[in-house]
């Protein structure tokens, strides 16, 4: 994947910035955030430099319970979310492609969290993306 772009502490992400980096998928970007609004209109979502990353990240919360992180690319934008190993199951009979199932059991282990990263190109992506915030939606 790569390098996010919003490498600059002094620039705050706007959505003119943003849209001009992803390009193209910025109708994925509005299908996503429209279906938020529409499904989940308690989520929050934040900008915040990161100085580890050096870059901008979007975190998207409902209350204390981190949903997903969003990172901007060029001509794209990616969504990670991180499950617990008990999620595993819920993952493996998941409505995802199976290469997003793959990348979890053989994603790398942070304590007993692992990510699942989308990169957000089509409509497929936009899918997955909905189907994983189900689920984690249904996990403590």
């Not at 910025?26 to 990161?50: A, C, E, M």
């Amino acid at each position: 994947m790569d390098k996010p772009l919003l490498d600059d502490k002094e620039q705050f992400p706007t959505e003119e910035i943003i849209f001009s980096h992803i390009g193209e998928s910025g109708i994925h970007w509005k299908t996503i955030f429209g279906h938020i609004h529409n499904h989940h209109p308690d989520f929050i979502s934040t900008w915040r430099y990161y100085n580890d990353g050096k870059s901008w990240l979007l975190k998207t919360a409902r209350k204390s319970k981190t949903i997903f992180w969003l990172s901007v690319m060029k001509d794209a934008f990616t969504i990670t979310f991180y499950f617990g190993d008990k999620t595993e199951p819920a993952i493996m009979a998941g409505d995802i492609s199976d290469s997003l199932k793959d990348s979890f059991k053989n994603g790398k282990r942070y304590g007993k969290i692992r990510g699942i990263t989308v990169q957000i190109q089509s409509e497929d992506d936009v899918e997955n993306v909905k189907s994983l915030i189900e689920i984690k939606l249904s996990t403590k």
